[in-house]
């Protein structure tokens, strides 16, 4: 179970995407019930405050009275929840609603108690609204599309079978509630959805980073390459915490290489898919940290507006902009443009396994080329799949757009921006998938060469437990499949 103190990290969050608790502490829940009691006093008193007694957007100076508060929470909810096109995945869902229970606990939101325990209740029963994935230029409509089933509205799935928002609620035991003035705005605020996608494909990409490190290593035992351009010396000149952590990946599973021993002067250099491999992962692993020091830093602030504070004596409400998310909307941008880039790094070198003009093994790794194709149309799916990355690589956070009568004339589409990054995540997960079997085919036709390093044996070893060598007897697909799932479910073995 992860338990919110103080702060809650990206770690956390997608702990609980895959499956964990999420609970609150006595101190935290002592925060939720000062700002829900501050709400309460505004409300009594009658202070004018944004989106507690007035319209949103751009209808901020529309006073509502008091008697259509809690109608008005509702109806933000039902209008908002436009969202279109396919749904988000279960452990995308939960990892928003795990950042948005953050969120609201940091005691500024001033949502009841209720509202955090029935978003917990649906971590802890397996209830998962559905989300579609498109329509946010900021936040506002993933979130209201969870939001739906707290009210009995729209749909959920609940332990694999879907069904409406209220049979949902009786189905994990609850009933639906009643919103209060500003709950309405609060479960639509706020950056929990970006935080939570961000969340999930963090650690997404940091198996992804392991793995193409492994990968790298498997074809670059296969193509001989020349070891002295990953001397710890040599980059160390251009000085780089990720270059140095790929460099001794590299130079840990190469260790003892007969292949790599046999290799040795054949050439002056490597191309540059093999002899750049540490720059490029290196980058990635640099920009990969600052992205979660950035994600951290969302789940650690609050995002909700406006933002009540004081004590229900003297209640503060700030109207602010930390819902609005440039810097996570630009980190998400960053490591889109890094993976993509690992991608096309990873078609080349799969390209210098399957070429027989540069390869020196079988053309297309064919056991009879000719009658056989091999990997030669694999290797057209691993372009097409780094070339879609290319395109995903534009960045979100530059679309700008003008929305709710220029009241919000600034957009950086951190939401967008997450969930492009996920779609990089899901094509370079293939395209690596292509790559490693690809050089484990090629080192079964070395095998009588030389041997291989123990740290490449035991990625070799690993192939073959999931999908032996390849005689066009069987569709490809299926194998990548299946080497894609190993990827995404399990770290490369050392």
């Given at each position: 179970?992860?338990?919110?103190?103080?702060?809650?990290?990206?770690?956390?969050?997608?702990?609980?995407?895959?499956?964990?608790?999420?609970?609150?502490?006595?101190?935290?829940?002592?925060?939720?019930?000062?700002?829900?009691k501050i709400v309460e006093r505004?409300?009594?008193?009658?202070?004018?405050?944004?989106?507690?007694?007035?319209?949103?957007?751009?209808?901020?100076?529309?006073?509502?009275?008091?008697?259509?508060?809690?109608?008005?929470?509702?109806?933000?909810?039902?209008?908002?929840?436009?969202?279109?096109?396919?749904?988000?995945?279960?452990?995308?869902?939960?990892?928003?609603?795990?950042?948005?229970?953050?969120?609201?606990?940091?005691?500024?939101?001033?949502?009841?108690?209720?509202?955090?325990?029935?978003?917990?209740?649906?971590?802890?029963?397996?209830?998962?609204?559905?989300?579609?994935?498109?329509?946010?230029?900021?936040?506002?409509?993933?979130?209201?599309?969870?939001?739906?089933?707290?009210?009995?509205?729209?749909?959920?799935?609940?332990?694999?079978?879907?069904?409406?928002?209220?049979?949902?609620?009786?189905?994990?035991?609850?009933?639906?509630?009643?919103?209060?003035?500003?709950?309405?705005?609060?479960?639509?605020?706020?950056?929990?959805?970006?935080?939570?996608?961000a969340s999930v494909a963090l650690?997404?990409?940091?198996?992804?980073?392991?793995?193409?490190?492994?990968?790298?290593?498997?074809?670059?035992?296969?193509?001989?390459?020349?070891?002295?351009?990953?001397?710890?010396?040599?980059?160390?000149?251009?000085?780089?915490?990720?270059?140095?952590?790929?460099?001794?990946?590299?130079?840990?599973?190469?260790?003892?290489?007969?292949?790599?021993?046999?290799?040795?002067?054949?050439?002056?250099?490597?191309?540059?898919?093999?002899?750049?491999?540490?720059?490029?992962?290196?980058?990635?692993?640099?920009?990969?940290?600052?992205?979660?020091?950035?994600?951290?830093?969302?789940?650690?602030?609050?995002?909700?507006?406006?933002?009540?504070?004081?004590?229900?004596?003297?209640?503060?409400?700030?109207?602010?902009?930390?819902?609005?998310?440039?810097?996570?909307?630009?980190?998400?941008?960053?490591?889109?443009?890094?993976?993509?880039?690992?991608?096309?790094?990873?078609?080349?070198?799969?390209?210098?396994?399957?070429?027989?003009?540069?390869?020196?093994?079988?053309?297309?790794?064919?056991?009879?080329?000719?009658?056989?194709?091999?990997?030669?149309?694999?290797?057209?799916?691993?372009?097409?799949?780094?070339?879609?990355?290319?395109?995903?690589?534009?960045?979100?956070?530059?679309?700008?757009?003008?929305?709710?009568?220029?009241?919000?004339?600034?957009?950086?589409?951190?939401?967008?921006?997450?969930?492009?990054?996920?779609?990089?995540?899901?094509?370079?997960?293939?395209?690596?998938?292509?790559?490693l079997m690809a050089a484990a085919?090629?080192?079964?036709?070395?095998?009588?060469?030389?041997?291989?390093?123990?740290?490449?044996?035991?990625?070799?070893?690993?192939?073959?437990?999931?999908?032996?060598?390849?005689?066009?007897?069987?569709?490809?697909?299926?194998?990548?499949?299946?080497?894609?799932?190993?990827?995404?479910?399990?770290?490369?073995?050392?």
């Open positions: 179970m992860v338990t919110i103190d103080k702060a809650i990290g990206w770690r956390d969050v997608a702990r609980v995407a895959a499956g964990d608790t999420l609970a609150l502490s006595d101190v935290a829940w002592a925060r939720v019930n000062n700002a829900s505004i409300v009594e008193t009658g202070v004018r405050a944004y989106g507690i007694n007035t319209g949103v957007g751009a209808l901020s100076d529309t006073v509502v009275d008091r008697e259509s508060q809690s109608r008005l929470s509702r109806n933000i909810i039902l209008s908002h929840a436009c969202a279109v096109g396919e749904l988000l995945a279960a452990r995308e869902v939960r990892a928003v609603i795990a950042a948005q229970i953050a969120n609201f606990a940091h005691g500024y939101s001033g949502v009841r108690a209720d509202i955090i325990r029935h978003l917990a209740t649906f971590l802890e029963r397996d209830c998962v609204p559905d989300v579609p994935s498109k329509g946010s230029a900021g936040y506002l409509t993933h979130n209201a599309h969870t939001a739906l089933v707290l009210i009995g509205e729209g749909s959920a799935m609940v332990a694999g079978k879907r069904m409406s928002g209220q049979e949902a609620l009786r189905a994990i035991g609850l009933a639906p509630l009643v919103l209060g003035a500003k709950e309405g705005l609060s479960l639509v605020n706020g950056t929990a959805c970006a935080t939570g996608l650690a997404r990409a940091s198996h992804l980073l392991d793995w193409s490190d492994a990968v790298a290593a498997l074809t670059l035992e296969a193509t001989g390459c020349q070891m002295a351009a990953f001397d710890e010396a040599v980059l160390a000149l251009r000085p780089s915490r990720g270059i140095a952590l790929v460099g001794t990946a590299l130079r840990r599973r190469l260790d003892g290489s007969g292949l790599i021993a046999a290799a040795l002067g054949k050439r002056t250099q490597d191309a540059l898919s093999l002899r750049a491999v540490p720059h490029a992962h290196g980058a990635a692993r640099d920009v990969f940290e600052n992205a979660s020091l950035v994600v951290d830093a969302e789940l650690a602030s609050v995002t909700d507006n406006p933002a009540v504070s004081g004590t229900p004596e003297n209640p503060v409400v700030s109207s602010e902009a930390h819902a609005v998310a440039p810097a996570l909307a630009q980190v998400c941008d960053s490591l889109a443009i890094a993976l993509a880039q690992i991608s096309a790094m990873s078609e080349r070198r799969m390209d210098r396994l399957v070429n027989p003009l540069v390869s020196g093994l079988p053309p297309f790794l064919a056991n009879d080329a000719g009658s056989n194709s091999g990997f030669m149309i694999a290797q057209y799916t691993a372009a097409a799949l780094s070339n879609e990355n290319r395109r995903l690589a534009a960045p979100a956070s530059t679309d700008g757009g003008l929305t709710s009568g220029l009241q919000e004339d600034f957009l950086a589409h951190p939401t967008a921006a997450a969930n492009k990054l996920l779609s990089v995540i899901d094509n370079a997960e293939y395209v690596l998938a292509i790559e085919q090629a080192h079964d036709f070395l095998a009588s060469a030389a041997s291989r390093a123990t740290g490449t044996d035991a990625i070799h070893r690993t192939v073959r437990q999931v999908v032996s060598h390849y005689y066009d007897d069987r569709p490809l697909a299926g194998d990548i499949e299946a080497i894609r799932a190993l990827l995404r479910a399990e770290l490369p073995p050392t």
